[in-house]
Structure formats: structure tokens, C-alpha cells
């Protein structure tokens, strides 16, 4: 009986010794799949010229549910894009302040709740 109990108390001291090294794991693949969306250029508040044509770049993790983003200039939206860095071709805008958002979508379109906006100046 000595032998068993202690048997058991050595397996339930390795596995809490296990358990202790998981949420490290689990943590960062929980991060790995967290939303996230840096619009890199143009900058915030950044002064443009009109009838000029500007790349947004990009680097967007979708996370959960989400499938694909848009961009938003004002209220027109753009395709939908499935490539999580690179350049996106905005369109020619005319002077003003103009509102650029990122919205992480689903595969129906729907809003999966990450977005960011910058606004520009064209002058």
C-alpha cells in the first residue's frame, strides 16, 4: 500500500510539474492569434497631394472568426484582402480630410469587431 500511495503522489507531482510549464505555451499561442491591424504608412494626420496616387501599407493579423479585411476610404469600401502585409493602392482623393479604416471581416463581411483608422490631410 506504501508503495502504491507513494507511486501516486510521485505521478500527481510530475503532472503539477507539467502544468506549471502550459500556460507559458498556452499564452503564447493565445497571443499568436490575437487581432491585430498597424496601418505603417501613410501616417496619422499626414499631408497628401490631391490626384496623387498613395499605397497604404499594412500588416493585419485577422484573429478569431476573422477571415479577410477592407479598407475604407470614408465611406467607400474596398475588395476584400486576404494577405496579411503588403500595399494596398488607395484611391485618388480629392482635397479635404479623409478618413482611411482597416475592418477585419468574415468570410460573410461582417465585421469581426479589430479596425483602425487613420486620417489625412489633402491639400
Same mark, same amino acid.
Given at each position: 500500500?506504501?508503495?502504491?500511495? $507513494?507511486? @501516486?503522489? !510521485?505521478?500527481?507531482?510530475?503532472?503539477?510539474? *507539467?502544468?506549471?510549464?502550459?500556460?507559458?505555451?498556452?499564452?503564447? #499561442?493565445?497571443?499568436?492569434?490575437?487581432? $491585430?491591424? @498597424?496601418? !505603417?504608412?501613410?501616417?496619422?494626420?499626414?499631408? *497628401?497631394?490631391?490626384?496623387?496616387?498613395?499605397?497604404?501599407?499594412? #500588416?493585419?493579423?485577422?484573429?478569431?472568426?476573422?477571415?479577410?479585411?477592407?479598407?475604407?476610404?470614408?465611406?467607400?469600401?474596398?475588395?476584400?484582402?486576404?494577405?496579411?502585409?503588403?500595399?494596398?493602392?488607395?484611391?485618388?482623393?480629392?482635397?479635404?480630410?479623409?478618413?482611411?479604416?482597416?475592418?477585419?471581416?468574415?468570410?460573410?463581411?461582417?465585421?469581426?469587431?479589430?479596425?483602425?483608422?487613420?486620417?489625412?490631410?489633402?491639400?
Amino acid at each position: 500500500m506504501k508503495v502504491r500511495h $507513494s507511486l @501516486q503522489l !510521485l505521478c500527481l507531482g510530475a503532472a503539477a510539474a *507539467l502544468l506549471l510549464t502550459v500556460p507559458d505555451t498556452a499564452r503564447a #499561442a493565445d497571443t499568436a492569434g490575437a487581432a $491585430s491591424i @498597424q496601418i !505603417l504608412s501613410p501616417k496619422d494626420h499626414e499631408q *497628401l497631394e490631391a490626384d496623387e496616387t498613395y499605397q497604404l501599407e499594412y #500588416a493585419v493579423e485577422p484573429g478569431p472568426g476573422g477571415d479577410h479585411f477592407h479598407v475604407w476610404v470614408d465611406s467607400d469600401r474596398g475588395p476584400g484582402i486576404h494577405d496579411r502585409k503588403g500595399k494596398y493602392t488607395l484611391p485618388k482623393m480629392s482635397p479635404g480630410e479623409h478618413v482611411i479604416t482597416v475592418k477585419v471581416v468574415d468570410k460573410g463581411h461582417v465585421p469581426t469587431g479589430p479596425q483602425q483608422s487613420i486620417h489625412v490631410i489633402v491639400k
